[in-house]
């Protein structure tokens, strides 16, 4: 049984910073990558952000590229993302998520909602203008 927590959401206004942390629990010896996705109000829910936690190597949205950053504790089973020059339209709900697989598909692949089984609560954030 694995469990994904998150924290760190809240209020900011534009320009603010934020971050975010997503601690995984349970059996996770063979955790793979870990994502960020997130929900606006009557949007799909959208990619952000994805890390390996076997290899050093991460991947972004266009949309955050160069404003957020993912990182990782491998012994902490955790990771953050960084948020950094929030705008309103980064309100959304944000959730991690977690692969197990043992084969490495390679990290452009774990943009996609499918590749994850295990999803946190959801830590909302919202950006003031």
């Known amino acids: 049984q694995v469990q994904l927590v998150e924290s760190g959401g809240g209020s900011v206004q534009a320009g603010g910073s934020l971050r975010l942390s997503c601690r995984a629990s349970?059996?996770?010896?063979?955790?793979?990558?870990m994502a960020w996705f997130r929900q606006a109000p009557g949007k799909e829910r959208e990619f952000v952000a994805v890390?390996?936690?076997?290899?050093?190597?991460?991947f972004y949205a266009d949309s955050v590229k160069n404003r957020f950053i993912i990182s990782k504790d491998k012994a902490k089973g955790t990771m953050y993302l960084q948020m950094d020059s929030l705008s309103p339209e980064d309100t959304a709900v944000y959730y991690c998520a977690a692969n197990f697989d043992r084969q490495w598909s390679g990290i452009y692949a774990y943009r996609v909602r499918d590749e994850y089984d295990h999803w946190g609560q959801g830590t909302q954030v919202t950006v003031s203008s």
């Open positions: 349970g059996h996770t010896a063979n955790l793979n990558v």
């Open positions: 890390i390996s936690f076997n290899i050093d190597t991460t």
